[in-house]
C-alpha cells in the first residue's frame, strides 16, 4: 500500500472530528450475494489489497517450508497415510481461523464484503507432487513451483478461499517434504503465515502422540472425503477478526490529512509531480497483459547458514541496528552505484512492513452498536495487520556511497571488480560505515513508529489516511498506475522463529527428536508488484537453522542484468559484513 505518512506537518497532533474507531455496523454492499449471508465489509488494508487482486497488479505471495518426517513415515509405502494425516492436520488449523474460511463478494466493486464459504475441497488447494532426481532436481523443481505459484492469480474470490498449498517431495530423499503456502494478502499476511505453519505443527505433533493409530485418525466430523464443512455462519460473523481501525484510533493531523487528500485522491494523474529525487523513475509501471506484456515475476534466493546469520545479528547489534535496517543499508549500497541507475535516481525511498499486531487491544467493541466487548489473541491471530513505513535515502547519502564504491574500485556488478579482500581496507572500512549509517536511520524511523502509538492511537499512520481518504480502491489504483513508482525496494522480515510447536506430553522422551516432525528451514517470497516497490526483499528464519533471503522483481521491468547484479552485490556485502564480525569477535 502506498505509504502516505511522510506527508505528516509536524506540528502538536490534532485528532481530526471523524470517529476514532471504524463500527462494525458499515452498510452493506449493492451487489449479488447469492444466498451466502455477508459477515462484514472488508477495511482499509483489505480493500486495497483486493483492488491489487482484481486489477491484477498482485498476484501471491508465498511462504514456504521444509518439514522433516517422523520416521514411520519416510518410507514411500507411508505416502497415503502422510497425506491424510496433514490434510487433517491443515483442516484443523482451518476450523480455527476464520480468515481462512471466508469469501469475498462484490470484489471488483468498490464495497467488498466478507461472506461464509459452506465448504472447502482440501483435494483441490492441496496439491501433491513428487519429484524425480536427486537433490538438484528437487531444488530446481521447488525454483520453478515457486515462480508457478507466485504467478498464478486468485480469480475465484467468492466461492473459493484465498489460499492454497503445493507439498513437494522427492523420490529420492523421502524424509522430508517441502510445503508452500500461497496467500491472498487480503485474507493472510506474513505472520499469518508463520502462525499457521506453527499451528500446523502442532497439530502433526498431535499425530504423533498416538492419534494415528486410533479410530479418530479416519474421522473428523467436519472433513470428509477432502471436503471440509466449515463453521456455520452465526459463529463465524461472530468470530470473524475485525480490521485494524475497527480496534485501534488511527488519528491524523489535520492540515497532514488536508494536504495527502489534495496531493494523492484529487489531482489528476497527469498533474502529479514528476520530478521527485526519490521516486523510482529508473523502474516505470508497466501494466500486464496476457498477450503482449505477461505478469511475471523473477525470483532469486539467497541461503545462509546460521554461522553468518549469527554474525550478521551480532554485528547489528554492535552497530545499533537490527536485521531488517541492515538489510536496507544493503540494498541501498548495492544498488546505488549501478551504471544503470546513476543517471536515473539521485536519492531512494524504500519501504518496510511492520507488524501492528502489538499495539491492538485484547478487547475490542463489536457488534453492530459497538456494545458488545470481544476477546482476540492479537499474537496469534490471522489476518492483515501491517502498515508501511517509508525511508529515504537522500541525495547526500546515495552521493557518497557510489564515490566511496568508486574510490575503493569495488563497484556493485562490476564483472572486473577486484575481491573484498584486494580492495583497500580503508576504502572498505567506511563503506561498511556507511552500510550503518543508512541501518540506523531506518532503525530510528521504525523506532519512531513505535513510539507513535499512543493512548489516542497509531498518530499519523497510513491506515489513518486511507481509511478517510479513499473511498474506492480500485479507481485510486487505476489512477496510480499513470503515475510514477514511488518505492524502490521493500524489505518484509518474517523475523527469527522458534517452530517447536507444542508435542503431546504422550510422546516419550527417548529418540522424540528424530522421529517427531519439524520444521527444519523457513522462507518467504514476494510476487511482483505492479504499482508498488520495483525490488520485493523477503526474510526468514528458523531459530538455529538458515537464514533465507528472497529478492523478487517484475519482469520487464527490473532488467534481468540489473537485478541478477543487484542480488550478487547484496550477497557480497552481506558477507562482508559477517566475516567483519568475524575477524572481531577472533582479536577478542
Same mark, same amino acid.
Do not use: H
Given at each position: 500500500m502506498p505509504n502516505y505518512a511522510r506527508m505528516v506537518v509536524h506540528r502538536q497532533l490534532c485528532v481530526d472530528s471523524q470517529p476514532s474507531v471504524r463500527k462494525e455496523g458499515r452498510e452493506r454492499p449493492n451487489v449479488s450475494l447469492d444466498d451466502s449471508p455477508i459477515i462484514r465489509r472488508l477495511g482499509a488494508l483489505e480493500s486495497y489489497q483486493i483492488a491489487l487482486q482484481t486489477l491484477d497488479l498482485i498476484r501471491s505471495n508465498v511462504v514456504f517450508c521444509r518439514f522433516a518426517l517422523p520416521k514411520?513415515? *519416510?518410507?514411500?509405502a507411508r505416502h497415503y497415510d502422510l497425506v491424510n494425516e496433514f490434510e487433517r492436520a491443515v483442516a484443523r488449523v482451518v476450523l480455527a481461523h476464520p480468515h481462512m474460511q471466508v469469501g469475498i463478494a462484490g470484489a471488483k466493486t468498490s464495497t467488498p464484503s466478507w461472506v461464509r464459504l459452506d465448504r472447502i475441497n482440501l483435494g483441490k488447494v492441496i496439491k501433491w507432487q513428487m519429484v524425480k532426481g536427486g537433490h538438484?532436481?528437487?531444488?530446481?523443481e521447488l525454483q520453478q513451483a515457486l515462480n508457478r505459484e507466485a504467478d498464478t492469480r486468485f480469480t475465484k474470490f467468492r466461492v473459493e478461499p484465498g489460499w492454497r498449498i503445493r507439498v513437494l517431495r522427492s523420490e529420492a530423499d523421502t524424509s522430508f517434504i517441502e510445503i508452500l503456502l500461497m496467500f491472498n494478502h487480503t485474507h493472510l499476511d506474513g505472520v499469518s503465515c508463520k502462525n499457521f505453519y506453527r499451528e500446523l505443527l502442532t497439530h502433526l505433533h498431535a499425530s504423533d502422540s498416538g492419534l494415528h493409530n486410533s479410530s479418530q485418525a479416519s474421522h473428523h466430523p467436519f472433513l470428509c472425503n477432502h471436503?471440509?464443512?466449515?463453521?456455520?455462519?452465526?459463529?463465524?460473523?461472530?468470530?470473524?477478526?475485525?480490521? @485494524?481501525?475497527?480496534?485501534?484510533?488511527? @488519528?491524523?493531523?489535520p492540515t497532514a490529512f488536508e494536504h495527502f487528500f489534495k496531493q494523492e485522491i484529487q489531482i489528476p494523474s497527469s498533474q502529479y509531480p514528476r520530478d521527485v529525487p526519490t521516486h523510482a523513475h529508473w523502474a516505470p509501471i508497466q501494466l500486464t497483459n496476457p498477450d503482449t506484456v505477461p505478469f511475471r515475476s523473477q525470483i532469486r534466493t539467497m541461503i545462509f547458514?546460521?554461522?553468518?546469520?549469527?554474525?550478521?545479528?551480532?554485528? %547489528?547489534?554492535?552497530?545499533?541496528?537490527t536485521l531488517t535496517a541492515l538489510l536496507h543499508g544493503i540494498a541501498l549500497v548495492s544498488l546505488a552505484p549501478l551504471s544503470e541507475l546513476e543517471a536515473k535516481a539521485d536519492a531512494f525511498a524504500f519501504l518496510t @512492513?511492520?507488524?501492528?499486531?502489538?499495539?491492538?487491544?485484547?478487547?475490542?467493541?463489536?457488534?453492530?452498536?459497538? %456494545? *458488545?466487548?470481544?476477546?482476540?489473541?492479537?499474537?496469534?491471530?490471522?489476518?492483515?495487520?501491517?502498515?508501511i513505513i517509508e525511508h529515504v535515502a537522500d541525495e547526500e547519502l546515495v552521493s557518497r556511497v557510489r564515490r566511496t564504491l568508486t574510490e575503493s574500485k569495488y563497484v556493485s556488478g562490476c564483472d572486473s571488480q577486484p575481491s573484498p579482500k584486494a580492495a583497500e581496507a580503508e576504502m572498505l572500512s567506511e563503506m561498511h560505515d556507511l552500510i550503518f549509517v543508512a541501518a540506523r536511520r531506518v532503525r530510528a524511523d521504525l523506532a519512531a513508529k513505535s513510539e507513535s502509538c499512543s493512548r489516542r492511537g497509531l498518530e499519523n499512520d497510513m491506515i489513518g489516511f486511507v481509511s478517510r481518504g479513499v473511498s474506492? +480502491?480500485?479507481?485510486?489504483?487505476?489512477?496510480?498506475v499513470k503515475r510514477?513508482?514511488?518505492?524502490? +525496494?521493500?524489505?518484509?522480515?518474517?523475523?527469527?522463529?522458534?517452530?517447536?510447536?507444542?508435542?503431546?506430553?504422550d510422546i516419550s522422551e527417548e529418540g522424540q527428536e528424530e522421529d517427531r516432525w519439524s520444521i527444519t528451514r523457513m522462507s518467504m517470497a514476494l510476487c511482483a508488484n505492479v504499482v508498488a516497490s520495483a525490488f520485493g526483499i523477503a526474510v526468514a528464519s528458523v531459530k538455529g537453522g538458515d537464514l533465507a533471503i528472497s529478492v523478487s522483481w517484475q519482469e520487464g521491468v527490473v532488467d534481468e542484468k540489473v537485478g541478477d547484479a543487484f542480488v550478487v552485490a547484496m550477497e557480497r556485502w552481506l558477507r562482508l559484513v559477517a566475516e567483519r564480525q568475524r575477524q572481531r569477535d577472533s582479536r577478542r
Open positions: 514411520r513415515l *519416510v518410507p514411500a538438484d532436481a528437487f531444488q530446481k471436503i471440509l464443512t466449515l463453521s456455520p455462519a452465526s459463529a463465524l460473523a461472530a468470530s470473524l477478526p475485525p480490521p @485494524p481501525e475497527y480496534m485501534l484510533p488511527f @488519528p491524523v493531523e547458514p546460521a554461522s553468518i546469520a549469527e554474525e550478521l545479528v551480532q554485528a %547489528c547489534r554492535k552497530q545499533g541496528a @512492513p511492520m507488524n501492528i499486531r502489538r499495539f491492538l487491544p485484547s478487547l475490542y467493541s463489536g457488534g453492530r452498536n459497538g %456494545c *458488545v466487548k470481544k476477546r482476540m489473541d492479537a499474537e496469534t491471530v490471522m489476518g492483515n495487520y501491517v502498515t474506492d +480502491w480500485r479507481r485510486q489504483l487505476q489512477e496510480e510514477p513508482r514511488k518505492s524502490s +525496494w521493500v524489505v518484509s522480515n518474517l523475523g527469527t522463529t522458534s517452530m517447536e510447536g507444542k508435542p503431546s506430553d
